[in-house]
């Protein structure tokens, strides 16, 4: 079914014309979607912030994201005090277009334990979709966690990305949403994701 995002003073992206999930089957490909640019200009259910264990903002998309929402942003992640390392929180989204903001804290890479580096990302982006759920929001957009300043190598992110959601749609709570959109902001992320969602 066509599914369109709303991106102000820009253009209604489609992202029913994106290309099949691999190893998926039409479930997923239906439902998953890819969108190049600044994950502040979409007007879905949820955005998912790359925070860090402060949730007190930062830079990259976590300060993109503070900056759109405006302050009342930063006051409401006060009160929240602080998130565990791959896990997430809800707020409110204030001056953005979304409706509520998860702030997700991705692991810093550490090239000596992968493996350890790889739970933490699942559980950011498993959390964040159990919070989705939990809200009832049926349409989230995810930043590309960790993949900046963190420096988790983007390939393999985008792996872990792909994999966590496509059995999160596999599980009962699977059906409640109607949409996740994957967002690259840098060519190296787009390339990526091209490769798993040909
Ligand atoms: N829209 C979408 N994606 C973006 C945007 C944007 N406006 N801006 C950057 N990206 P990073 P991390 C992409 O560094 O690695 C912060 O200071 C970017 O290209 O923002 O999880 C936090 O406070 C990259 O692919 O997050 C933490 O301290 C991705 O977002 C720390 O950085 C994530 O890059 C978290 O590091």
Not at 47 to 62: F, H, K, R, W, Y
Not at 107 to 122: H, Q
Request: glycine residues 8%; hydrophobic residues 40%; aromatic residues 8%.
């Amino acid at each position: 079914m066509p599914y369109s995002i709303y991106v102000p003073n820009r253009y209604i992206l489609n992202v029913s014309t994106l290309g099949p999930f691999q190893n998926a089957t039409s479930l997923h490909n239906d439902r998953i979607g890819l969108f190049h640019g600044d994950i502040t200009t979409l007007s879905v259910d949820a955005i998912v912030n790359a925070a860090n264990l402060l949730l007190l903002g930062g830079g990259g998309v976590d300060g993109a994201i503070h900056r759109a929402a405006g302050p009342k942003l930063l006051r409401e992640c006060r009160t929240l005090h602080g998130c565990p390392t791959g896990s997430a929180k809800i707020t409110n989204a204030y001056d953005l277009p979304c409706k509520k903001v998860i702030h997700a804290v991705g692991p810093i890479y550490n090239v000596n334990d992968p493996a350890d580096s790889e739970i933490a990302l699942r559980g950011c982006y498993r959390s964040s979709l159990e919070l989705a759920v939990r809200h009832n929001l049926k349409t989230i957009a995810f930043s590309a966690i960790s993949t900046g300043v963190y420096r988790y190598p983007t390939a393999d992110a985008a792996h872990v990305a792909c994999d966590t959601v496509r059995e999160f749609m596999d599980s009962n709570d699977g059906p409640k949403l109607d949409k996740v959109i994957f967002v690259t902001f840098e060519e190296k992320d787009a390339r990526s994701y091209n490769l798993l969602l040909p």
